[in-house]
């Protein structure tokens, strides 16, 4: 797809991050957005970023609740979308929305492990098939289905479980992959693309932790102090002389760190995407940082897992998770 002008596009978790950045680059390119978030208030800041340039005539974006990984909210969305959008169809489909958390078999429970995995792969499968039939319908599509270098490699690092997010970003870039060859042979122009990013300055640490905990505040809950002290010390991190308050500060910071001292922007990152789409390119790295890790990986599978490849790959892309 060469140009997103008059076209209508779906993006699942347009509040924030990257979801919010593709919004205001495809409105910028005179695209339709109908996006879904668990936050109004969220989406309500997207649209508004996406109306402070002069709108073309007619441009909508409409904004919906709906939780990816319940098919039926998502379901909903689509009957919204087709009657707030006045259209049968869709072009683009961004199955963007996921969050992190329940690493652990051990120190998370099986809510939260589920959740991530729900959200994360459940979310990506029920916008394939809720929204296939509309894709289908248009001249041309493209879905764009968000792994991450979690995708091909199962780890943050050797001091933190990764379980959850693993399982469900190498299930996208698995199904993504054997999409490719079931469109083509059932549903050629519809394209698809596997998205991984590297590290990209989001709020994906606060919003998921929120997400998780069930709770709008910035502040830990006393058991998520507990278990972040664990995880310090999992990392070979003396927490002993640590205040409550110390641990809640240290996971305010890193929240912060994470979202404005990343490699690559969340609008650079959408930039890259939306080239890789109209580029045709089924495989979008994001960032040097996911390319060089892409590299290692290929280069030393046996060796991925050990703390020595992961100090090398840090020292040299500059991670500071
Ligand atoms: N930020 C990174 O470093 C990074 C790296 C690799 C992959 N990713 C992936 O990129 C995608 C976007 O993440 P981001 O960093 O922009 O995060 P973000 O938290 O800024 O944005 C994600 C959005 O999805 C929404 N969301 C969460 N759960 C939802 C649900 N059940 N239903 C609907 N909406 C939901 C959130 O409210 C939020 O607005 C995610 O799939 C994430 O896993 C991010």
């Given at each position: ?52 340039e002069?709108?073309p ?41 996921g ?56 780890s ?8 959850s997010?693993?399982?469900a ?6 199904f ?53 002290r ?9 927490t ?7 641990i ?5 910071d ?19 995407i ?48």
């Open positions: 797809m060469k140009d997103f002008a008059g076209k209508i596009a779906v993006i699942t978790g347009g509040g924030t991050g990257m979801g919010r950045e593709l919004a205001r680059q495809l409105v910028a390119e005179g695209c339709n957005v109908a996006m879904c978030d668990v936050s109004a208030e969220a989406m309500a800041e997207t649209k508004r970023l996406c109306e402070v002069r709108l005539q007619g441009l909508r974006i409409t904004t919906h609740i709906a939780d990816v990984s319940i098919e039926d909210q998502l379901k909903r969305f689509r009957d919204e979308l087709i009657e707030a959008q006045a259209t049968d169809r869709i072009h683009l489909l961004f199955n963007n929305a969050i992190g958390g329940g690493g652990s078999l051990f120190t998370n429970t099986r809510d939260q492990w589920e959740r991530t995995f729900n959200i994360c792969w459940g979310g990506v499968y029920y916008g394939v098939r809720t929204f296939l039939p509309l894709l289908l319908k248009a001249d041309e599509g493209h879905i764009i289905n968000t792994s991450s270098v979690n995708g091909f490699w199962a943050v690092g050797p001091g933190i479980s990764h379980t997010y693993s399982a970003k190498f299930a996208v870039k698995g993504t992959e054997a999409l490719m060859t079931d469109l083509r042979l059932n549903a050629p122009h519809i394209k698809c693309s596997v998205v991984m990013p590297g590290h990209i300055g989001t709020s994906i640490v606060s919003n998921s932790r929120k997400i998780q905990s069930g709770s709008e505040s910035d502040r830990l809950s006393d058991v998520e102090v507990g278990v972040t664990e995880r310090l010390k999992g990392m070979n991190i003396d002993a002389a640590m205040s409550d308050e110390d809640q500060n240290i996971a305010l890193r929240a912060r760190s994470f979202r404005d001292e990343a490699p690559t922007t969340a609008a650079a990152a959408a930039k890259i939306l080239d890789g789409v109209k580029a045709d390119r089924w495989r979008i790295l994001v960032g040097d940082d996911a390319h060089k890790l892409d590299e290692r990986v290929r280069q030393s599978p046996e060796k991925a897992y050990t703390s020595e490849f992961y100090q090398s790959y840090r020292d040299e892309v500059g991670w500071r998770l």
